[in-house]
């Protein structure tokens, strides 16, 4: 199964910006989707953003208009462009790849935002 490392995350104060990078070990060309997660402290792992093979996207609600999924094929990475960055927005970011082998999990990268 693909490698993933996450990267990107930091501290920063409401409203700031951040981007994720996800780099995958083999070519993402061929994945059926890659998703970003988060985990809060004391909080289930929950869904933040999709981007599929045919460069479909969707995003949690709580997210969407202020966080943007995109992809590299020639980087084999795929980012989350985080905006209008919320206390409630900080957890720890976890990548996601699907393929038909399965899934593959990244070690996750943390995000705090805090005044």
């Known amino acids: 199964q693909v490698q993933l490392v996450e990267s990107g995350g930091g501290s920063v104060q409401p409203g700031e910006s951040l981007r994720l990078s996800c780099a995958a070990s083999?070519?993402?060309?061929?994945?059926?989707?890659m998703r970003w997660y988060r985990q809060a402290p004391g909080k289930q792992r929950e869904f933040v953003a999709i981007?599929?093979?045919?460069?479909?996207?969707n995003y949690a609600a709580a997210v969407k208009g202020r966080f943007t999924i995109s992809r590299d094929y020639a980087k084999n990475t795929v980012y989350l462009q985080m905006n209008s960055l919320k206390p409630e927005d900080t957890a720890v970011y976890h990548c996601?790849?699907?393929?038909?082998?399965?899934?593959?999990w990244g070690q996750g990268t943390q995000v705090t935002v805090s005044s």
């Open positions: 996601n790849a699907n393929e038909i082998s399965g899934d593959s």
């Open positions: 083999a070519s993402i060309f061929n994945m059926n989707a």
């Open positions: 981007i599929t093979s045919g460069g479909t996207t």
